[in-house]
């Protein structure tokens, strides 16, 4: 599969034991191989492509062998074959001597990496060079991840903010013609207070996720008291809970010894709740628990299937409406996790459909 460049036999007398000695102490991992009787043949493999990549020349003495172990999976070796050889006729097109592209290989042990490939050809040796970008594509991913969240992010805020204050700006109209009777406004005044939270929450949430994301959140680390913060919570949402008439039941251990960051516990904690308030039905009910550092928020509400918890869990979540029509971001409980990640805490979803569920911080 790889091509050979036709100079002088003179120009091109390499001793192999000289080239296996160079390889040895070269960073990357590299297959040497030739080209014997119109078979590709793998002859060195030196020691970083034996720690690294894993394979001996007993498992991959030919290059078929060596995209059988390489590539496993049918379909993607066929499309880096196929990759390849295109990628060799560009280069003859180009007047190269060597062949390039990216690939993601997998080693002995079961682990995937992404590497470059490079192949240089010299008579009938071919000199095959593994550099690791692995953490490189990573990086790449997830700023695709955080640029698509952050698309996301402002999409739905220009969708869900524009009807909330228009309303808001109706009403105060509204109020100020004095066109409304007292038993009329009182009814507007509790839709205007229940609008400007969740709009609050969602400007509230949008600057927590860029800070997030810009690394701008520093912890600072001091003794916490939940029971204080939990009711500082409810406090705001005591019209929401009222609305929907939900029972709000606390089990807080005030004798807890917990030592975090008071900002991002508050929002991750707000988070937890306000999700159970928004996909609880009316006359349902809600309890928080806090005992022995883990911090558990239960609802009898609509509940999550296994793959609505995978996507949450995966930061793939897009916003639903809540049991009384409540708007959001899809981006709290994503933004808790991020959070919960920087303060050493993680976060645990139990869920049954049209049974509740059960969000714990562990800290």
Known sequence: MFFMKKEKKSELQISRFELHKVADFLPYP??????????????????????????????IPTIETWYEHAYPDDIYREKVITAWDQEEVNSKQEGKVFVKMKSQVTC?????????????????????????????IA???????????????LSVLGHDLRAPLHNLTTISSMALED?????????????????????????????NWSRSNFNTIKVNKVGLD?????????SIYKSDCKTKNITVNLALDAEGNLFSDMEIVTIIARSMITNAIKFTP??????IHFNDNVL????????MSDEMISTILNNNYRS????????????????????????????????????????????
């Open 296 to 303: 558990t928020v239960s609802d009898n509400g609509i509940g």
């Open 282 to 287: 009316i006359n349902g009910e809600i309890t």
């Open 139 to 153: 990086l790449q991913e997830e700023l695709k991840s955080i640029n698509s969240n952050n698309d996301r992010m």
């Open 226 to 234: 939940m029971k204080s913060i939990i009711q500082s919570i409810l």
């Open 30 to 59: 590299f297959i040497i191989a030739e080209v014997i009787d119109g078979v590709h043949l793998n002859t060195f493999l030196n020691e970083k492509f034996l720690e690294e990549i894993g394979y001996t020349l007993g498992e």
């Open 108 to 136: 002995k042990n079961s682990l995937k990496k992404w590497y470059e490939i490079k192949a240089s050809v010299v008579d009938k040796l071919h000199v095959v060079a593994f550099v690791d970008i692995d953490k490189e």
């Open 320 to 363: 639903t409406r809540g049991t009384n029509n409540e708007i959001g971001m899809g981006m709290g409980m994503q933004l808790a996790q991020n959070l919960a990640d920087k303060i050493e805490a993680r976060i645990t979803i139990q869920s049954q459909l049209q049974k509740g569920t059960t969000i714990s911080l562990i800290f």
């Open 179 to 207: 066109n409304m009777s007292q038993e009329d406004f009182a009814p507007f005044i509790e839709k205007i207070n229940k609008q400007s939270t969740e709009v609050l929450d969602m400007l509230e949430t949008t600057l």
